[in-house]
T-cell receptor, first 114, second 112 residues
């Protein structure tokens, strides 16, 4: 079984500052890794994913994440945030084999202050 | 999102009544999922389907049942609604390994 821990439930930052949202996972098998974003009163939207290859993956809206196998982490970063990045962010994993079930972390609420 | 719709968007129901939520897709994807979202818990898997009439339980399946008689429809039924089932329910679809999910807009269910 897999588990995902997002280390911060809330992250406040000022506009144009950099941000890092932390995610650690646990799994006995190989996994795919994902970050999703949820804007208020909406469904979830895929930001980026790691399947294999380069450990640094780039996604939409200027976000990127780095897969670190030894530390079982997949932290999300953005060098300069905007007010429009205010949302909840979810890290998730799924087994490479099987029924593609996603296991989610608890979520991190990112608040951008002017 | 285009390709996946949930109905209803909002529902208020009384304790003890049955409730059915519908997820409809036009993408012909094999895999469909029902999740519930609660503060502090992220999203938790209720049931999923890997084909017509092929379904299985997730981590929080007690009190829920599902059916998938057609590729495009995946129904979630609360057999006898309880206040603990007040939540936002999301349907998701995916076509293959590593593609990630496409989510519906959610159903906000309140059990009074």
């Amino acid at each position: 079984a897999q588990s995902v821990t997002q280390l911060d439930s809330q992250v406040p930052v000022f506009e144009e500052a950099p941000v890092e949202l932390r995610c650690n996972y646990s799994s006995s098998v190989s996994v795919y890794l994902f970050w999703y974003v949820q804007y208020p009163n909406q469904g979830l939207q895929l930001l980026l994913k790691y399947l294999s290859g380069s450990t640094l993956v780039k996604g939409i809206n200027g976000f990127e994440a780095e897969f670190n196998k030894s530390q079982t982490s997949f932290h999300l970063r953005k060098p300069s945030v905007h007010i429009s990045d205010t949302a909840e962010y979810f890290c998730a994993v799924s087994e490479i084999q099987g029924a593609q079930k996603l296991v989610f972390g608890q979520g991190t609420r990112l608040t951008i202050n002017p | 999102d285009a390709g996946i719709t949930q109905s209803p968007r909002h529902k208020v129901t009384e304790t003890g009544t049955p409730v059915t939520l519908r997820c409809h897709q036009t993408e012909n994807h094999r895999y469909m999922y029902w999740y519930r979202q609660d503060p502090g818990h992220g999203l938790r898997l209720i049931h999923y389907s890997y084909g017509v009439k092929d379904t299985d339980k997730g981590e929080v399946s007690d009190g829920y049942s599902v059916s998938r008689s057609k590729t495009e429809d995946f129904l979630l039924t609360l057999e006898s609604a309880t206040s603990s089932q007040t939540s936002v329910y999301f349907c998701a679809i995916t076509q293959d390994r590593g593609h990630g999910y496409t989510f519906g807009s959610g159903t906000r269910l309140t059990v009074v």
